[in-house]
T-cell receptor, first 114, second 117 residues
Framework: DAGVIQSPRHEVTEMGQEVTLRCKPI?????LFWYRQTMMRGLELLIY????????DSGMPEDRFSAKMPNASFSTLKIQPSEPRDSAVYFC????????????FGSGTRLTVV | AQSVAQPEDQVNVAEGNPLTVKCTYS??????LFWYVQYPNRGLQFLLK????DNLVKGSYGFEAEFNKSQTSFHLKKPSALVSDSALYFC???????????????WGLGTSLAVNP
């Protein structure tokens, strides 16, 4: 398995533009997590899905953020409109049912909003 | 409220010496505890976990961690550090209680480990 695949690896965009981050989880994993990592706040859980259904989106900072998981092999995180304070590394992770065997993280998308 | 504390932002150790990265937690019910490592420009990698059983758990790359219920700690250890162990280490916890958001991990802020040659 190629692991959790995220794209793009780097994204530089102007304030106000729409940004879409993509994630392909590991086949057979039925939980998917979106995290944001910054120096100031560390690792923050934005949203997680179980069997493609959003379970907890309380970490989504604002209505500008939205996430979808249309099927078991694909998820997107969208920011519209983007702002400079959204600059961070965004990670996608997947796990089997409870995650107690560990999450597998993607390599992340480094987002810079200028 | 559930929480995880990693009291040291940075740990420095000489190669070949033992290392300890500290973690304490607060959780309702029995804890499920995890350690992850993050190398530069990479995602986090799972190292080891404690769910139940022996208080000393062994994981990847020669790391181990000891669960101490009375001290609510789960310190990460390695008998002999390598320069290649230099990375960011994260402790995480969740409650054993089922249902709702209880699967959600609570993460520490991370400890940067520097192993000097």
């Amino acid at each position: 398995d190629a692991g959790v695949i995220q794209s793009p690896r780097h994204e530089v965009t102007e304030m106000g533009q729409e940004v879409t981050l993509r994630c392909k989880p590991i086949s057979g994993h039925n939980s998917l997590f979106w995290y944001r990592q910054t120096m100031m706040r560390g690792l923050e859980l934005l949203i997680y899905f179980n069997n493609n259904v959003p379970i907890d989106d309380s970490g989504m900072p604002e209505d500008r953020f939205s996430a979808k998981m249309p099927n078991a092999s694909f998820s997107t995180l969208k920011i519209q409109p983007s702002e400079p304070r959204d600059s961070a590394v965004y990670f996608c992770a997947s796990s089997q049912r409870t995650g107690d065997d560990g999450y597998t993280f993607g390599s992340g998308t480094r987002l810079t909003v200028v | 409220a559930q929480s995880v504390a990693q009291p040291e932002d940075q740990v420095n150790v000489a190669e070949g010496n033992p290392l300890t990265v500290k973690c304490t937690y607060s959780v309702s019910g029995n804890p499920y505890l995890f350690w992850y490592v993050q190398y530069p420009n990479r995602g986090l990698q799972f190292l080891l976990k404690y769910i139940t059983g022996d208080n000393l758990v062994k994981g990847s790359y020669g790391f181990e961690a000891e669960f101490n219920k009375s001290q609510t700690s789960f310190h990460l250890k390695k008998p002999s550090a390598l320069v290649s162990d230099s990375a960011l280490y994260f402790c995480a916890v969740r409650t054993s209680w089922r249902g709702g958001n209880n699967r959600k991990l609570i993460w520490g802020l991370g400890t940067s480990l520097a192993v000097n040659p």
